[in-house]
């Protein structure tokens, strides 16, 4: 797996007995992620879910109050990523609205599930996606893919790779039986479209570039330095676009609270993205429960753009 199965390995902690703790970035932030098992996944690849909590929300703790991002409120940030990206880079336009949704909500089976976050007794903090059992897990992937699919086949052939992603190389009952059934699924869905390789690989490498950017910009505090930015992608990301040399990678680095720098000029300067995310405070958690604590704390919108 690239560094997108570290990232999404998060997932798969259950399936993996070996996999270990990751180690804390400096600082005062602490993110509930794994590195998954290199046996597993060929390399390692971590996440919390990444950044994503299992609660299968982005969770980490700043200061005295623990941050929490639901996973389709990350996967519309996914979405403003892909829409906005410069048409100079798109190969091709067909397919692009078919795309574009698949990016957008590719996370929407988790909603229900992060309405209301569940604690973890033994960890003492959220749950987390890595946390999550894996049987469960795999019914929301399931029912995400199943969603986009009432919109668009092609849409659902992409996140039902990307998903299939997380357990290349398992060897877990459950996870070979989710993987081979998406194999099955996709051979199925490809009879609704058809695509060049070329195009479909820009597709689906832009889905998980999206994807990665998202969790860079939300399971860490704006503007945090570049020594301790979380370490999945200070080299870049892994994704090889065709507009990249040989080797050459997007980097992105946190300039200050309101602004990353980007390598690569994809997105128009001076546009503003957004997501919303919850610090809930650990006193009130303490006091009220998690549940209670979450859901009487007002969301706040985040904010950036991005300097080329």
Same mark, same amino acid.
């Given at each position: 797996?690239?560094?997108?199965?570290?990232?999404?390995?998060?997932?798969?902690?259950?399936?993996?007995?070996?996999?270990?703790?990751?180690?804390?970035?400096?600082?005062?932030?602490?993110?509930? /992620?794994?590195?998954?098992?290199?046996?597993?996944?060929?390399?390692?690849?971590?996440?919390?879910?990444? %950044?994503?909590?299992?609660?299968?929300?982005?969770?980490?703790?700043?200061?005295?109050?623990?941050? %929490?991002?639901?996973?389709?409120?990350?996967?519309?940030?996914?979405?403003?990523?892909?829409?906005?990206?410069? %048409?100079?880079?798109?190969?091709?336009?067909?397919?692009?609205?078919?795309?574009?949704?698949?990016?957008?909500?590719?996370?929407?089976?988790?909603?229900?599930? @992060?309405?209301?976050?569940?604690?973890?007794?033994?960890?003492?903090?959220?749950?987390?996606?890595? @946390?999550? *059992?894996?049987? *469960?897990?795999?019914?929301?992937?399931?029912?995400?893919?199943?969603?986009?699919?009432?919109?668009?086949?092609?849409? /659902?052939?992409?996140?039902?790779?990307?998903?299939?992603?997380?357990?290349?190389?398992?060897?877990?009952?459950?996870?070979?039986?989710?993987? !081979? !059934?998406?194999?099955?699924?996709?051979?199925?869905? !490809?009879?609704?479209?058809?695509?060049?390789?070329?195009?479909?690989?820009?597709?689906?490498?832009?889905?998980?570039?999206?994807?990665?950017?998202?969790?860079?910009?939300?399971?860490?505090?704006?503007?945090?330095?570049?020594?301790?930015?979380?370490?999945?992608?200070?080299?870049?990301?892994?994704?090889?676009?065709?507009?990249?040399?040989?080797?050459?990678?997007?980097?992105?680095?946190?300039?200050? !609270?309101?602004?990353?720098?980007? /390598?690569?000029?994809?997105?128009?300067?001076?546009?503003?993205?957004?997501?919303?995310?919850?610090?809930?405070?650990?006193?009130?958690?303490?006091?009220?429960?998690?549940?209670?604590?979450?859901?009487?704390?007002?969301?706040?919108?985040?904010?950036?753009?991005?300097?080329?």
């Amino acid at each position: 797996m690239d560094l997108r199965g570290q990232l999404r390995f998060s997932f798969v902690q259950l399936l993996c007995p070996d996999s270990r703790a990751l180690q804390q970035p400096k600082g005062t932030q602490k993110t509930y /992620s794994f590195w998954l098992s290199p046996v597993l996944f060929g390399s390692k690849r971590a996440i919390t879910l990444f %950044m994503k909590g299992d609660i299968l929300m982005i969770v980490y703790e700043h200061g005295n109050s623990v941050v %929490m991002i639901k996973q389709h409120d990350h996967a519309l940030l996914s979405g403003q990523f892909a829409r906005e990206l410069k %048409m100079d880079y798109w190969p091709d336009l067909r397919y692009r609205e078919e795309v574009l949704f698949a990016i957008k909500h590719h996370d929407r089976g988790w909603i229900d599930l @992060d309405e209301v976050p569940f604690w973890n007794d033994r960890q003492q903090a959220p749950y987390s996606f890595l @946390d999550f *059992p894996l049987a *469960p897990k795999l019914t929301f992937y399931r029912k995400g893919i199943e969603e986009v699919k009432k919109q668009t086949f092609y849409g /659902s052939f992409l996140c039902s790779k990307h998903y299939q992603s997380f357990f290349n190389g398992a060897n877990a009952n459950q996870a070979l039986a989710f993987y !081979e !059934e998406e194999q099955r699924r996709q051979q199925d869905l !490809e009879k609704h479209f058809d695509i060049s390789d070329p195009l479909l690989t820009f597709h689906y490498q832009l889905l998980q570039f999206c994807d990665d950017l998202s969790l860079f910009a939300c399971f860490q505090e704006p503007g945090v330095a570049q020594e301790d930015e979380i370490k999945w992608y200070k080299d870049g990301f892994p994704q090889h676009f065709h507009f990249l040399h040989h080797n050459e990678k997007v980097v992105a680095h946190w300039h200050n !609270e309101k602004s990353i720098n980007l /390598s690569h000029p994809l997105f128009p300067e001076g546009h503003t993205f957004e997501v919303q995310i919850k610090q809930v405070s650990n006193d009130l958690i303490k006091s009220k429960g998690i549940a209670n604590a979450y859901q009487s704390t007002s969301y706040e919108t985040r904010t950036f753009q991005f300097n080329s």
